[in-house]
């Protein structure tokens, strides 16, 4: 065997593996677990008596419940299986699941059954000791100090870390440490003031931001707000060193004072702080930093979102701006985070330019912390060279012995983007960082961890002891937010990075060749749509963009193309063939994401080849492919997906400049609308080898190619049969029943028309003997609406044959009829790129039309979803007759001004729904007060209708009669969407208590 096999062959060994190859190892481990555990009971005061006797296991009814147990554990389990995402397999490509080391699992499993609380070392004194050094394991990762010695020699600061439940936990833990730490000063300011601190206020002095040395009680409240971390964890250390002062005494006297104790309010109040504390991160954050802002008490309105880049990243020029502007206004900075992996797209933030941005305010007198959200790229660390220079340095990153390492392996692996590897080693600069082994640490859940460059920090967040000094604490549990805390996550995380090693050789190797994965994918989404048998269907643009597009080339040009040609061999080389060809391995490190994960969007084209341009459109391409390579409900078959992958959105308000330059490659009008985006995060060593990848893509082409028929299908302009709404017995108006899933059908129309009279008779007789029923009119054959709609336009009267009905006891009458279309009286597009950013904040509107004896109204459909609501016949109030009588011909507009659409939307969702509220808006009855307005648009086009609406022309009330039509299903109903059956799981878990009761009788197999 060779050594590049080799390298593979380890990494194959960390798993039970996809076809559970190694399950026979792990089974053995068990055994081991379990036999050692029988061992210590044996051995714990081995002269005590069995508590269950032979006697009692040997009665019937030990016998009879234990039998029963074991097979209800083996139901449960087979439930558990056949119903479980199978994140063990290479299939699954979607979130950051995956298969779990095997030393992991064993980790927890035999921790678990001793059940230790790392909440005190009273119950917990082996896995405290397993915490402490997972946290040790972590600091020397990230490149922390841990050396006392090196402390006393140049003072770098021993770092700490421990575990959290997760890293939305270990956020908010940082969250609360930058607040203490801002507010420690001002606590002790105070103290110095008021309390018994004042012998020393004429004499204590510290360094400044800027690096002056000034006495304490001297300082301004800005100078305070901005001392350095290291000088503020300083104080209590310079008050000893000093004054002799204790930290016992000092925690007495700062109790009142400290911002535990006194609350943020109070001493913003007391020292006139009128500005709110700022925390910069960029807009695509976790939802962790707003969250915990909120519950530190900074509110989420100050964790405030920085602009993205084109790549994903945090705007470097945004966040100077926003930095200056908080110097020049005198806004403190609590914190600056750079997200180390997004969660959405795998963008690792420039961190060693943030660590300089901190150095060139704190000069100008403006401190913060810096935080690296690694929760997903933390273990990625191990990726980088042992054997590394400090980048501020300015050393050639090619120059650090060991980088970029060469592909050695059966499954080759790549190193980090250099850009990457930059920021990466940056790491050892942050303050303190957020990082999730049960992420890329392949561990189960729950196990995030947050580490401190300074372990003085930790004392901010212990309820016992506020103060800061140095010191040990074997009770790591009073640390942090959580009480009690399994030890078996601690000791999961210690000994699977124990065993694999947070080295270049361990985790660094798996996490490269997971890297080789998601840079052959990322080939493939690259150059997936120049192949023939996708060209004519769809194309297929990652985010992160070609070299050639950086360039400034257009997506879809031939220099683009030329090196999607490229990329494309590449797909078809093996990999023993790209490892050996430098230029392949340098190509595919180019692709894709910093860290592991795709992202990328499909559109599709017509049959003639034109690219569809509506950004919905392409928005629902995408989701019914993700659609069906993922689990939609609890009743999905997890075996029935041949591959997995998610999605996410790119919504403008986060995403900005980023998510409209995406529109644009990907050939769609740019608006301000989501922009739906397919994910895959890969965390799996396996898929390369053979030709599994190719095998997994051809299946996601076909899947694709079938829902572009789809797509084509549903915006094929053509004929169908169409449905109106009818109003008036004087002269018949024809209500359109619209649709947002149909090409011919997204449009609002209202048309005057007539009817054969022998029909028009009819008609007329039952409307008088049913004025409470809805009358409707349908096409007898397919008619094409919108030539129809053209024709009557140019006053061709055009002519087809119909049948309206209504219901009447029960029973639906019909009667035939030919229909006349006369007059145009309202036709609006409704595609996504006609409708509004928002619905109507101020009323709700409708068209009013009609004759000057019988007016109706129709909702003005601005936006998606939303609802059918009309009524004829209404009822105005006297002083409104006039002015509308001489513009109801062309049609106005009506708006109810004391509903509010925004306020009421969404409506319900079906129309039973609606029949069973009782307070719906909208319904016989029902007086509104209500402005009549000129429509500034009645023969345009959206969005906009009601920008033009400055004054109305009356003001008055409505009365709804008996004809009140409301639907809200028909218009958001999706034709094309298939029918989920649902399985109610509580009858699947009822087979458990039959089971448990010995009643159940398994299937024959």
């Given at each position: ?443 189960p859940y729950p196990a995030g961890s947050l580490v401190y460059r300074d372990g003085r920090m930790r004392f901010l967040v212990t309820w016992t002891s506020p103060y800061l000094s140095q010191g040990s604490a074997e009770n790591i ?529």
């Amino acid at each position: 065997m060779s050594v590049d096999e080799t390298a593979h062959h380890t990494i194959s060994s960390y798993f039970i593996g996809p076809k559970a190859e190694n399950l026979d190892d792990f089974q053995a481990n068990i055994n081991v677990i379990l036999e050692e555990l029988r061992n210590r009971r044996l051995a714990f005061y081995g002269d005590d008596e069995k508590f269950i006797t032979d006697e009692i296991r040997n009665s019937p009814r030990f016998v009879e419940i234990t039998r029963n147990f074991g097979n209800a554990v083996r139901t449960a389990a087979k439930l558990l299986g056949e119903h479980s995402v199978p994140f063990w397999s290479p299939r699954y490509e979607g979130h950051m699941c995956t298969d779990m080391t095997m030393s992991s699992l064993l980790g927890y499993f035999m921790t678990m059954i001793y059940n230790p609380n790392n909440v005190a070392v009273e119950a917990s004194p082996f896995t405290t000791v397993a915490e402490l050094q997972a946290g040790q394991q972590l600091c020397k990762l990230f490149g922390y100090n841990l050396s006392t010695e090196r402390q006393q020699r140049d003072g770098t600061p021993v770092a700490w870390g421990h575990i959290t439940c997760d890293g939305t936990v270990a956020n908010l833990e940082s969250i609360w440490v930058a607040r203490n730490l801002k507010f420690y000063p001002l606590a002790l300011f105070q103290a110095m003031k008021e309390d018994e601190l004042s012998f020393i206020a004429d004499t204590f002095k510290v360094t400044t931001c800027i690096g002056e040395e000034k006495l304490f009680q001297k300082l301004s409240v800005w100078e305070l707000l901005n001392l350095r971390s290291e000088t503020i964890l300083g104080l209590a250390d310079a008050l000893y060193d000093q004054f002799g002062i204790t930290s016992t005494f000092l925690e007495g006297v700062l109790d009142r004072y400290n911002i535990q104790t006194a609350g943020k309010e109070a001493l913003e109040k007391y020292f006139g702080i009128d500005k709110p504390i700022k925390y910069f991160h960029a807009k695509t954050r976790h939802y962790s930093w707003p969250k915990g802002g909120a519950i530190a008490g900074l509110g989420s309105g100050n964790m405030h979102g920085i602009e993205l880049d084109l790549d994903g990243h945090i705007d470097l020029a945004d966040l100077e701006v926003e930095l200056e502007r908080c110097l020049q206004e005198r806004q403190p900075v609590y914190t600056v985070v750079a997200v180390m992996g997004s969660t959405e797209e795998g963008a690792v933030d420039r961190l060693s330019e943030i660590i300089k941005i901190r150095r060139k305010f704190q000069a100008k007198g403006l401190s913060f912390l810096v935080h690296a959200d690694a929760a997903w790229g933390g273990y990625f660390a191990t990726m980088l060279p042992r054997e590394f220079v400090d980048p501020t340095l300015g050393m050639p990153i090619e120059l650090v012995p060991g980088a970029p390492r060469k592909a050695d392996g059966f499954v080759p692996s790549l190193t980090l983007k250099k850009g990457t590897m930059v920021d990466m080693l940056a790491l050892r600069e942050a303050d303190s960082i957020t990082v999730d082994p049960h992420k890329a640490g392949y561990i189960p859940y729950p196990a995030g961890s947050l580490v401190y460059r300074d372990g003085r920090m930790r004392f901010l967040v212990t309820w016992t002891s506020p103060y800061l000094s140095q010191g040990s604490a074997e009770n790591i549990g009073v640390y942090g937010v959580e009480g009690s805390k399994p030890g078996a996550a601690a000791m999961s995380t210690w000994l699977s990075n124990k065993t694999i090693g947070l080295d270049p050789d361990g985790y660094g190797r798996l996490l490269g060749e997971a890297a080789f994965t998601s840079a052959r994918l990322s080939a493939h989404y690259a150059a997936m749509h120049i192949d023939e048998e996708c060209s004519d269907y769809f194309i297929c643009i990652p985010f992160n963009r070609l070299s050639t597009e950086i360039a400034g080339h257009e997506t879809l040009s031939d220099e683009v193309n030329k090196e999607r040609e490229q990329i494309r061999r590449i797909m078809f080389q093996t990999n023993r063939e790209i490892s050996g060809d430098s230029d392949s391995m340098d190509k595919l490190r180019e692709l894709g994401s910093d860290l592991n994960i795709n992202a990328f969007s499909l559109n599709w084209r017509y049959e003639d080849g034109t690219l569809n341009t509506d950004i919905e459109e392409a928005n629902y391409f995408m989701k019914r492919i993700v659609d069906r390579l993922s689990i939609t409900t609890t009743a999905t078959n997890p075996a029935s997906i041949p591959l997995y992958l998610t999605s996410t959105l790119f919504t403008p308000e986060l995403y900005g400049k980023c998510a409209q330059e995406f529109m644009k490659r990907l050939q769609v009008d740019v608006c301000k609308q989501d922009l739906f985006v397919i994910r895959n995060v890969v965390m799996s060593p396996f898929p390369t080898d053979a030709n599994f990848i190719s095998e997994l893509m051809q299946k996601f082409q076909e899947v694709a190619r079938e829902e572009v028929e789809i797509c084509r299908s549903r915006n094929k302009r053509g004929a169908y049969e169409v449905e109106f709404v009818m109003a008036g017995t004087e002269t018949l108006f024809l209500d359109f029943q619209p649709s947002f899933h149909r090409a011919t059908q997204r449009q609002q129309i209202i048309l005057e028309a007539s009817l054969d009279s022998q029909a028009w008779a009819k008609y007329q007789r039952h409307r008088f003997a049913h004025s409470d029923k809805q009358f409707f009119l349908k096409s007898n054959d397919v008619v094409d609406i919108q030539g129809l709609v053209e024709q009557t336009v140019a006053s061709a009267m055009p002519k087809f044959q119909a049948t309206f009905w209504f219901e009447a006891e029960g029973k639906r009458q019909t009667e035939s009829c030919e229909v006349i279309l006369r007059r145009v009286v309202k036709t609006l597009p409704l595609n996504s790129a006609n409708r509004d950013e928002s619905y109507p904040k101020l009323y709700t509107p409708f068209y009013l039309y009609g004759t000057q004896n019988q007016k109706h109204i129709s909702h003005m459909l601005l936006r998606a979803p939303n609802a059918v609501l009309s009524a004829r016949n209404v009822d105005l109030s006297d002083n409104l007759t006039a002015i509308i009588n001489a513009g109801i011909y062309y049609g106005l507009i009506l708006t109810l001004t004391n509903v509010r659409e925004a306020c009421v939307q969404p409506f319900p969702k079906n129309n039973e729904q609606v029949s069973k509220q009782s307070n719906f808006f909208f319904k016989k009855g029902q007086v509104f007060d209500v402005k009549i307005w000129s429509d500034p648009k009645s023969t345009g086009e959206g969005p906009g209708l009601l920008d033009k609406l400055i004054r109305p022309i009356a003001s008055g009330t409505m009365t709804l009669k008996d004809d009140v039509y409301v639907d809200v299903e028909s218009l958001n109903k999706d034709p094309f969407e298939e029918k989920q059956t649902l399985i109610p799981w509580e009858k699947e878990l009822e087979k458990i208590e039959a089971v448990l009761n010995g009643k159940y009788e398994s299937p024959p197999p």
